[in-house]
């Protein structure tokens, strides 16, 4: 057995003996999630594969998320035909108008998940938002953030740019 083989099952029973979800862990299988979207419809991890996914989890009230917003709205947009998907997750408790209001004002496209029950933090571990994970097209995470991404985060450029090839 791997050393990351012997930590990633360190880490999965750590969390099985605690009660809580293991941390999300680069190179390992992304944990599974489902969200409804703002169109109704639901989305899940397990069913974008084949795709590289950024998920990203932000709240309108969150302003490193609403700096962040249009930086990965680009991002969509210029690299959704290579085969990037954006699952951007609003874990705000409030209204959906709410969501919808801010979705529109950033000109957002990509789609935007509604959890106001949270549930995502502890499916990932979430310490604060905004958190953003890169998964690769056979479901696999490669590259997390705790805290917001900017266009001069040329670690998640590279990893983006490598995924995508």
């Not at 408790?93 to 709410?98: A, D, I, K």
């Not at 900017?150 to 450029?157: K, P």
Request: hydrophobic content about 40%; some cysteine.
């Amino acid at each position: 057995m791997s050393a990351a083989s012997i930590g990633v099952l360190a880490v999965l029973l750590s969390a099985c003996s605690s009660g809580k979800q293991p941390r999300p862990v680069v190179g390992a299988p992304m944990p599974a999630y489902e969200v409804e979207t703002l169109a109704g419809d639901s989305v899940s991890i397990a069913s974008m594969k084949g795709k590289v996914v950024l998920l990203n989890l932000w709240a309108t009230w969150c302003a490193p998320c609403r700096e962040e917003t249009p930086y990965l709205e680009s991002v969509y947009r210029s690299r959704h035909a290579q085969g990037l998907d954006v699952l951007g997750v609003s874990l705000d408790t409030g209204s959906q108008e709410e969501v919808r209001t801010f979705v529109r004002q950033m000109g957002v496209t990509y789609t935007v998940g509604i959890d106001p029950g949270m549930h995502a933090m502890d499916v990932y571990q979430v310490p604060g938002l905004p958190a953003s994970f890169l998964v690769d097209r056979s479901g696999i995470l490669r590259w997390m953030r705790y805290g917001p991404v900017s266009e001069t985060d040329h670690e998640f450029l590279t990893a983006l740019e490598t995924l995508l090839r």
